[in-house]
């Protein structure tokens, strides 16, 4: 298997950037679930500290794998369809713009933010920065529920292209 991407088969670099976020992003969701169903609980007490710096984590990665992603475009496997193209933009969109907008919550929060130690926020006295805290506030928690409805369909529709013997089964390309 090469590092780099081709025709028939996605590289190394892509199944690790694909499967570790997965991974991550599991995790991430079940940090979120665990704080919506059994807020407080000793299960959320645990899990809850890990949400902000593996979110700042998942951002790193999306901005990594796209840019992989934009050198490989013309050595990738092509889409199935049009749908499966604007499908994949979508969940790029997502994972990018969650965390971007939770990381300006917490900067307008005024509270210092150090992701794994590295001091990315200093945090600030006075006022909060209202627009900031809104924003975060109105739709973080949404688009990351619908990345989760989005994620969702996209594994069904890789198993589907599997299960279904005149699809292409797209899952040998990046598996
Ligand atoms: C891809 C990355 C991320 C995903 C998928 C994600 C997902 C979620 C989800 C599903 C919720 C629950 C919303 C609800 O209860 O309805 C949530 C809440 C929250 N997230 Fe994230 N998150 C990410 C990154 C971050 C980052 C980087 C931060 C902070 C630096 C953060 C801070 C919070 C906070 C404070 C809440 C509770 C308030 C709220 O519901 O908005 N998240 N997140
Ligand atoms: C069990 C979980 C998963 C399975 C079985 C799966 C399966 C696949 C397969 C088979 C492909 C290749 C599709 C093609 O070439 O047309 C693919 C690509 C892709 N998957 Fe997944 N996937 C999973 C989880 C995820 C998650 C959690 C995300 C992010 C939210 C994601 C985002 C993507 C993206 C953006 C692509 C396009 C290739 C790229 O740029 O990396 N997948 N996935």
């Known amino acids: 298997m090469s590092v780099f991407d081709n025709q028939q088969h996605y590289g190394k670099v892509s199944r690790f950037f694909h499967w570790g976020m997965a991974i991550v992003l599991s995790a991430q969701f079940l940090t979120a679930l665990t704080r919506f169903f059994f807020e407080d609980s000793w299960l959320d007490k645990l899990l809850w500290g890990l949400h902000k710096p593996m979110g700042f984590l998942l951002l790193l990665f999306v901005v990594l794998r796209g840019l992989?992603?934009?050198?490989?475009?013309?050595?990738?496997p092509a889409s199935v369809s049009r749908a499966a193209v604007l499908g994949h933009r979508a969940l790029y969109g997502l994972m990018f713009v969650i965390p971007v907008l939770a990381l300006i919550r917490q900067y307008g929060s005024g509270r210092a933010f150090s992701p794994f130690g590295i001091p990315l926020m200093d945090g600030f006295e006075g006022e909060k920065i209202e627009w900031m805290v809104g924003l975060g506030n109105l739709i973080?928690?949404?688009?990351?529920?619908?990345?989760?409805?989005?994620?969702l369909g996209h594994i069904v529709?890789?198993?589907?292209?599997r299960i279904r013997k005149s699809h292409e089964d797209v899952l040998t390309r990046m598996w």
């Not at 992989?68 to 990738?76: E, K, Q, T």
């Not at 973080?140 to 994620?151: I, K, Y």
């Not at 529709?157 to 292209?161: G, N, S």
């Open 68 to 76: 992989w992603a934009l050198m490989n475009r013309s050595r990738r």
């Open 140 to 151: 973080h928690g949404e688009l990351a529920w619908l990345l989760l409805a989005f994620t």
């Open 157 to 161: 529709m890789a198993l589907w292209h």
